[in-house]
């Protein structure tokens, strides 16, 4: 870790522990992972970007449904290509990290569950969400009868508005009481 | 005074502010105005409060400070100039989220900002500005900071996004509002020491700013680089103004403290940092956790946490019990109870002995006849006998403290209340997914599990219930339980019954290795047997994993306990027959001891001559009850180490090895098949744990080695079993996250203590200790210790202290009171419980009354309108552009509907249809038709989710 920990200089480590929920040892072994993935000739660069296809190698996120959402939501890209600096990754592990508050989880999991980035869970984000979670292969894919009577069923739950859509205080009012979203919407590296 | 008229002003600001915010933000909701309103309120509160911690120098300046606001109205201006170019920045970072809302608030913080520096005189020099932005921030500051915690209490839950930048916005325009209004107030004042006066000011702007910074910052959901930028902006800030400080006795004062709380707080993070360092096996959990998810994750965390409890035990009885009397007691060899008698000193090195932990084991510092009832020991005067005794009563203290205290915190993480049901669908679809998981097979089987658990929960909210099983599962439920029981009743009995046999045995001596064995084995069998039977048993219940899981470690539960206790009833019987044999043996080993010394004397014939001590070796001994104890608790220990670590061994190693090997050369593919390898057995580790743990409690007393054993085993364990369910288990089928499971485990590990605590506290209180063995020989009960330190080694007033505190005139009262605390306390909880229902309701209310609102803001609550109304400044604002209504018909139209057969469809839909295009938020114009009946709430069955399958609404 000696020869990676030396990128970091001791103030903008500081200031990382100031901003993010990790701990000192957490943003170094970030660090070193994050350097891992990068080519020989972006080392030096402060600013680099891994794109997202390096990045959804990582073990911790390569059997994770959303692993495209999550580094698409986490990116600050201007074109839009889901590719992360070590800033955005650091967010990325903050905002799972096992310290973060359940506020900024459940806005970050609103953020990846809205696929088409408008703000609020429609039908089409919420039967996205469901392909996502059973998984690609066919034999496991709901019917559409199913799928809609289980949209309905959530919306019925969650709507309060009745506006047709799950919008963040809604989303964020289901799952306050939900009783393990803390505890399994974490990454730890 | 100043602080009255302190208040006065605060109050008006609150007002203001809700006159502002009407203005700004007309759609705004009545709610936040109120919330904000109560801001303003407690911005006086606040006050108060926020002088108390400052020193009284400090306090004094403040209050001169608040007479002579007056000459601010130059710097209120550059502060509007300041405030306007926050606002200006604070509307650029928004613009990255939500752009239309944001661009209001903007507009709407400008355009004030501008109001303001029209009517004040122009400064350009910025620096300046800054410096007096500071002067009149000060008390908008603290309204800030009551503002945001309160904002943070009050709906931390409800609005995460939008609550960061609200506000913010908030701050802003408090901020000015403060500002003007406090200029108005202290215009007349007059003007004197302006500037140690607005030095003063800035210290209270850093300390809100560096509040701010640090305690809120990384919970923002915003960018790295934005929050970077914002955090050096404040630490610059905060570094400059913080150097112009250095006169004055106070300004010292303060700059000291404010070096001090950031060094508390590096502090703070560094020691976070050593501690979570400190935490052991965190990447071997991962790994465990990215295999098999948290549920079996959740066994190895509490195995860590059993290890660092039992670790502290073991620093105790060690430190303050067994080193005292290795070092400063007497040495092997020296007295009886210290030595092996000489019947058995042939064998007494026998590994099969030692096995048993007889012979030197026996005789040594593992159990508790071998200690001394000397008073002291060692030069340092230690009191062993006494510390013994605490040590005994301190490591149940302790353990139960630390356990209800974990469970506490515990309780307290899992939010809400889980019970709540009202969002299966939800908390399935959003929740589901377990982000620790990596690991492709796992991720399979989780998906395939979500996806049954979809469809399962479908099934059920589509027929409600099959009714034609509903008899057959409930009669197999009955039938299942049934059979538990007497296998329970069952096993209890054939422990019994060993036991009682292992007392005939004792007797004789020509005993094979099983008969010595007997009890041990048939007690791991029936572990082993058991459970897995149960499950079996189980299957026939069909309930969902999590609750059988849940049944399952109950039964588990009730099988072991009631095999522990039928072990203990057995034993102490044993006690009691060795209790009545004692009396005898104490007398035959005096009659021995003066015969020995008749004879000595009569040999050499010389009455005077003092003999030689006899050998200790020759000396008649008791059957010493408490180390025989000591021993069968430490032989179950180990016998339970060797039996779990073999099943691990055979049953999954041994397994996985066949399965995967001759897999090559069978007949059916045995990795899928028959065979497979094992899953891990999460519901038979943790009860393990719990009950090896209870036989720790119960037996350290008399075994203050058991420790030592139970900390080697769990450590060995540890890695053992990561290794065991790396190497040979597969993830489990159904995988389920274990949630609040920890708390189950804690409950269970309580009610062991408990229960573990029985027997040892009624043997220290009851029974009398052995004459000749243990550090308590001689006495008649073995708390008379205490009595013996608080006569002899305390002054005599705290004897005196003691026995009126002992007297029942005063115990009895105490227990009353205790009982009242707890009626009390009892009647507190529920009263929250209440409120807390109350709370419920009204938001409830809240809610609907906003939907009311929304469908037609004329009609609905007459209250807030008219204090609208009341509000200044109502026509500055101009009206907002009303939105052309949107009629129904435009709507893009439902999807079909799935309807279903028997249900009046028709009516109802078109009902909906309408009531769902006028709650449609954005609309804000008055809406002329009155608002649509709101169809059939969260009703039961086919009523629900009819007619809003549709596209978002148009915005």
Known sequence: ?189 | MPRKSDAAKMEEVGIEIDGDLSESDDGATQRRGNRRQAGGRGGVKGRGRGKKPASDDDDDDEDDEEEDEAPRGRRGANRKKLAKKRGGNDDEDESEDEPPKRKRGGAANKKKGGKAQDSDEEDSDVGKGKKGKKGGGKKGKKEEEEEETKGKKGDGKGKGKGKGKDDDKDKKKKKKKGDSSSDSNSNSSEEEESMSEGEMARLMEEVEEKKKLIANIRNKPWRMQRRLKLLKEAQEFVDKFEGALGKGKGRKWYAYKVMMTKKWIKFQRDFENFRTACIPWERKIKEVESHFGSSVASYFIFLRWMYGMNLVLFGFTFGLVVIPEVLMGLPYGSIPRKTVPRAEQDTAQDYSVLMDFNGYCKYSVLFYGYYNDQRTVGVLKFRLPLSYLMVGIGTFGYSLMLVIRTMAKNADVGGGDGEDSDFTFAWKMFTSWDYLIGNAETADNKYASITTSFKESIVDEQENQKDENIHLRRFLRVLANFLITCSLGGSGYLIYFVVKRSQEFATRDDLSWYEKNEMEIVMSLLGLVCPPLFETIAELEDYHPRIALKWQLGRIFALFLGNLYTFLFALFDEVNTKLEEEQSIKNASIWAMKEYYANYSRLMNDSEATPPPMDPADVIRGPCWETAVGIEFVKLTVSDIQVSYLTILIGDFARAVIVRFLNYCWCWDLEAGFPSYGEFDISGNVLGLVFNQGMIWMGAFYAPGLVGINVLRLLSSMYYQCWAVMATNVPHERVFKASKSNNFYMGLLLLVLFLSLLPVVYTIMTLPPSFDCGPFSGKDKMFDIIMETIDLDLPAFMGTLFSYAANPGLIIPAVLLMVLAIYYLNSVSEAYQNSNMELKKKMKMARDEEKNRRNNADTTNQVMKDLEDLLPNRSLIPPAPPEPEKPPEQEPKPKPTKTKPGTAGKGVNLQKDVALASSNPNARGPVSRPPGPRGPGPGPGAGPGRGRGRGPPPR
Not at chain 1, 63 to 79: A, D, G, L, W, Y
Not at chain 1, 131 to 138: F, P, R, S, Y
């Open chain 1, 1 to 189: 870790m000696g020869t990676t920990a030396s990128q970091l200089s001791k103030e903008s480590l500081s200031e990382y522990q100031e901003l993010t929920f990790l701990t000192k040892q957490e943003i170094l072994l970030a660090h070193k992972r994050f350097t891992e993935l990068l080519e020989k000739h972006e080392k030096e660069q402060i600013d680099a970007r891994v794109p997202i296809g390096r990045i959804i190698t990582l073990p911790e996120l390569k059997s994770n449904p959303f692993k495209e959402r999550i580094c698409q939501v986490f990116s600050t890209s201007e074109q839009k290509d889901g590719s992360l600096t070590f800033e955005d990754f650091l967010d990325l592990l903050s905002a799972f990290s096992d310290s973060a508050t359940l506020e900024i989880k459940s806005h970050y999991a609103f953020r990846i569950f809205d696929f088409d980035d408008d703000g609020t869970l429609d039908c089409a984000d919420l039967e996205k969400l469901v392909n996502c979670l059973t998984g690609e292969t066919n034999d496991a894919k709901l019917s559409s009868t199913e799928m809609k009577q289980l949209i309905s069923n959530i919306l019925e739950e969650s709507d309060i508005d009745k506006d047709g859509t799950v919008n963040l205080s809604e989303f964020q009012h289901v799952i306050s009481r939900s009783p393990d979203f803390v505890s399994s919407f974490k990454i730890v590296l």
